[in-house]
C-alpha cells in the first residue's frame, strides 16, 4: 500500500492528465471499475478479477489523494473509518461474549439497528433510504418513493406531456448554443421519459438493456456482411449502412 500510495501522489505532482482531475471528473471511472470488477467476477476469471479490483482500487487511493491534499483526510482515514464501522456494525463478533447465541436473522436484523441509529445521527431525507447506484435505476426509485407520498402525475397521458415540455425546452438549448443549459435539460428528459416507463409499469433499465443488445446484434450483422462482402466497415457509406441495418431488423426479428 505504501508504494502504491507513494505512486499516487507523484502521478499528481508530475503527471498534466493526473493534475487536471478533480473528484468530480473521476466519479464515472469509480462507476465503470465497478461495473468491470462485476463483469470479471462473472465471467470467473480469477486474474481478471485480480486486475479489475486493482482498477478500483486505485480509484480509492485517487479520490484520497486529491481529498489529503485539501486537508480533508488521507487514505489512512478512509481505512480507519470503513474498519470502524465493521467493528460496529459486527457485534455479535468483536463483543461475542455478549451476542454469541444470535442466528443468522437476528444479525440481520441487529445489522438493521444499527444502521438506523447511525442515520439518526445525520439529516435524512425520505430519498436517502436509495441507494446510489445505476442512474435510470435511482431515477426509478426515487420517482416511486416521491410517488408514495402523493408526488406524482394522476396519468401516464400527464407524464407525456411533461416530456414533451421538456423536450420542448432541451430544444430551446440548442437554439441558444447554451452548453449548461442543454446539459441540464437533456438530465430533465431522460427523467421525464423515466417516469413515462415508471407510469406504464416497466423497467427503463430492463428496457434500455434490451435495446443495446437489439443494437449489438445488429450493428454485429452489419460488420459480418461487410466482412462478407470483403469491406470495410469504416468504407461502407451511411446509405449502405443504412440498408445493412433494415436488413438485420428483418433477419433477426
Known amino acids: 500500500m505504501d508504494k502504491l500510495l507513494a505512486v499516487m501522489r507523484e502521478l499528481r505532482e508530475k503527471c498534466p492528465w493526473d493534475q487536471q482531475q478533480t473528484p468530480q471528473s473521476l466519479t464515472l471511472y469509480a462507476i465503470e471499475e465497478a461495473y468491470e ?11 481478471e478479477v485480480r486486475d479489475e479490483l486493482g482498477d478500483l482500487l486505485l480509484q480509492v487511493v485517487f479520490q484520497a489523494q486529491m481529498y489529503s491534499e485539501q486537508g480533508a483526510f488521507d487514505f489512512n482515514d478512509v481505512v480507519n473509518a470503513i474498519t470502524e464501522k465493521l467493528i460496529r456494525r459486527h457485534p455479535h463478533v468483536f463483543q461475542a461474549e455478549q451476542y454469541s447465541q444470535l442466528s443468522a436473522e437476528d444479525v440481520a436484523i441487529l445489522w438493521k ?27 426509478h426509485e426515487i420517482q416511486k418513493k416521491a410517488a408514495q407520498i402523493g408526488f406524482d402525475f394522476p396519468e401516464v397521458s400527464d407524464a407525456y406531456e411533461k416530456l414533451n415540455e421538456e423536450l420542448g425546452e432541451l430544444q430551446q438549448a440548442m437554439q441558444n448554443h447554451n452548453s449548461d443549459e442543454i446539459f441540464d435539460e437533456f438530465g430533465d428528459c431522460l427523467f421525464s421519459l423515466i417516469n413515462v416507463g415508471r407510469k406504464l409499469g416497466l423497467s427503463s433499465e430492463m428496457a434500455l438493456l434490451s435495446t443495446i443488445h437489439k443494437f449489438r446484434t445488429r450493428f454485429a450483422f452489419i460488420e459480418d456482411q461487410a466482412q462478407q462482402q470483403h469491406k470495410n466497415i469504416e468504407a461502407l457509406s451511411l446509405e449502405e449502412m443504412d440498408l445493412l441495418w433494415e436488413q438485420a431488423k428483418q433477419q433477426l426479428k
Open 37 to 47: 470488477v462485476e463483469a470479471a467476477v462473472r465471467a470467473g476469471h480469477a486474474n
Open 113 to 139: 439497528q444499527i444502521k438506523q441509529q447511525e442515520k439518526q445521527d445525520k439529516a435524512q431525507s425520505r430519498l436517502d433510504e436509495i441507494k446510489h447506484g445505476p442512474a435510470i435505476q435511482q431515477a
